[in-house]
T-cell receptor, first 116, second 113 residues
């Protein structure tokens, strides 16, 4: 089955610096990709969803890059601020190839600390 | 207001006992899921339901039984609890079981002593 490797497990950056989190996956049929943010004691909030036809997506203060050739997904926070401190998870789904059951395979997570 | 309500938020159980985790969603979604997040493993898919029917079960143990009394309810019954069952259990939902975003509840943190 699908395996997703997320690095690094912990990341500490200074306010204003960039932070990059990367996930690699194994299933070439993977088609849908997600980044979630989880603040302590809270639920997972969707940051960005990326589909196979999209290579780069930009959100508020971050960029997501998908490289299907290398089976790599990355999240780049361009100018981190303390409010970005949280755990971040990538998630991968093969969509209809899995029978359309929305079964996401998550990475192990990255705990990001932004130092003021 | 949270649209996916999970109860209880925290619970402590003794080994061998049984607990039920409650999940109700008010998003009008047709598909619901359970995921588990433990200290040792990444967030793991457990079950998916669509229109109250089981679509997929990735849980090896029959001690975990989902129960859907209504379309917007998906409870999780866990029997013969073990310390390894200690985890945060997240309920999620989506409009359908096709491609789309999952919406997560705030989780139920279970500790088994």
């Amino acid at each position: 089955g699908e395996q997703v490797e997320q690095r690094p497990p912990h990341l500490s950056v200074r306010e204003g610096d960039s932070a990059v989190i990367t996930c690699t996956y194994t299933d070439p049929n993977s088609y849908y990709f997600f980044w979630y943010k989880q603040e302590p004691g809270a639920s997972l909030q969707l940051l960005m969803k990326v589909f196979s036809s999209t290579e780069i997506n930009e959100g508020q203060g971050f960029t997501v890059l998908l490289n299907k050739k290398d089976k790599r997904l990355s999240l780049n926070l361009t100018a981190a601020h303390p409010g970005d401190s949280a755990a971040y998870f990538c998630a991968v789904s093969a969509g209809f190839a899995t029978g359309g059951n929305n079964k996401l395979t998550f990475g192990q997570g990255t705990v990001l600390s932004v130092i003021p | 207001d949270p649209k996916i309500i999970q109860k209880p938020k925290y619970l402590v159980a003794v080994t061998g006992s049984e607990k039920i985790l409650i999940c109700e969603q008010y998003l009008g979604h047709n598909a619901m899921y359970w995921y588990r997040q433990s200290a040792k493993k990444p967030l793991e898919f457990m079950f998916s339901y669509s229109y109250q029917k089981l679509m997929d079960n990735q849980t090896a143990s029959s001690r975990f039984q989902p129960q859907s009394s209504k379309k917007n309810h998906l409870d999780l019954q866990i029997t013969a609890l073990k310390p390894d069952d200690s985890a945060t259990y997240f309920c999620a939902s989506s409009p359908g079981t096709g491609i789309g975003q999952l919406y997560f509840g705030e989780g139920s943190k279970l500790t088994v002593l």
